[in-house]
């Protein structure tokens, strides 16, 4: 006799599972085949009133879920492959599950990575979902944090902070009264739904010499990058990539680049590109649809990364990224 938890996964993603490898999620384990290339592994999961809101539509929570992590398979070189899904729900509603489920297989199918299996459990907390992807990469190929060399340019993709004050706008804060109507719901949407970036993985794979993705906040992330890699860098804060809502937010003084640079969400990728390779990276990135911005190079040194406005001034961070604890 099939329990709730065996009627809840066949109705709502047994329909998600069509990858040869998931058996229809009638076993415990799937599979993926051997292709020579190297498998790519990742895993982040998003908890209610941490990475989401709890008002939040399911459908956004879903493909947050998914996104963050085919935006790191992106950064390393890595094409999506499949993901296991985990879900800690409070209970089992109709409301909530059909249309999280739908737009879960939407994603899984826009961006070519299928469900291949997962885990339901009850909760009396917070909801989580937790998704560990798998990527492919040419063998050798992944691009890692470590890799950046002192003349390297740091590139960024799309642009910074809009999540950022997504979140600052559901949540009433100043960037609430500064913008409204398209430029209110383009930054909350940043907030909801991150654009992964896999169209650039390629293009990362071929010509940057380290890449993760902007996660917690650029700043931070950057850091990140030039501890493993052993180097710093030098940032000017006017080049990065805001949008037209951001800048107006900015204009009518309701938020500080600071605060953008600092902010999670971001979900672009962060590369350091080798001069040699710049004119290639920014070619094969226009051919792929993403916008890619120089902001900076890597330095020598154990330095923290320094961040100066259009004047060269420093500028001081209070905080470098989104801290979890």
């Not at 085919?70 to 094409?79: M, P, R, T």
């Not at 309701?254 to 040699?276: F, H, K, N, S, W």
């Not at 420093?314 to 989104?322: G, K, R, T, V």
Request: proline share 6%; glycine share 10%.
């Amino acid at each position: 006799m099939a329990s709730a938890e065996d009627n809840l996964i066949a109705r709502y993603f047994k329909p998600l599972a069509n990858h040869a490898g998931a058996f229809g999620l009638s076993d415990d384990c799937a599979i993926l085949t051997s292709s020579g290339d190297d498998l790519v592994l990742t895993t982040d999961a998003i908890v209610e009133g941490v990475h989401f809101l709890p008002d939040d539509p399911p459908e956004s929570i879903a493909r947050k879920a998914l996104r963050v992590n085919l935006s790191d398979l992106a950064a390393k070189g890595a094409s999506p492959a499949g993901f296991l899904l985990t879900l800690a729900l409070r209970s089992a509603e109709e409301s909530w599950l059909a249309p999280f489920a739908k737009a879960l297989g939407e994603d899984a199918a826009a961006f070519g990575c299928p469900l291949l299996g997962g885990d339901t459990v009850s909760t009396p907390g917070p909801l989580m979902i937790s998704v560990t992807a798998f990527g492919r990469v040419p063998a050798g190929r992944m691009v890692r944090r470590a890799g950046a060399r002192p003349g390297d340019h740091v590139v960024v993709s799309g642009t910074i902070g809009d999540a950022a004050l997504g979140l600052d706008i559901l949540k009433g804060g100043p960037a609430a009264g500064a913008v409204s109507g398209e430029a209110r719901a383009a930054l909350v949407q940043r907030y909801r739904e991150p654009q992964p970036r896999s169209a650039l993985a390629q293009a990362v794979r071929d010509h940057a010499s380290a890449a993760m993705d902007v996660s917690d906040g650029l700043a931070g992330d950057l850091a990140k990058l030039c501890a493993v890699s052993a180097v710093s860098a030098a940032i000017d804060a006017a080049a990065v990539p805001l949008s037209e809502a951001a800048r107006a937010v900015l204009a009518a003084g309701a938020g500080r680049i600071a605060q953008l640079i600092a902010g999670g969400d971001d979900y672009e990728i962060l590369c350091t590109v080798p001069q040699a390779r710049l004119d290639a990276f920014q070619a094969d990135a226009r051919r792929a649809g993403v916008m890619v911005t120089v902001i900076g190079r890597i330095t020598d040194g154990a330095a923290t990364p320094q961040f100066s406005d259009a004047e060269g001034r420093p500028i001081a961070l209070s905080a470098l990224s989104y801290s979890h604890f």
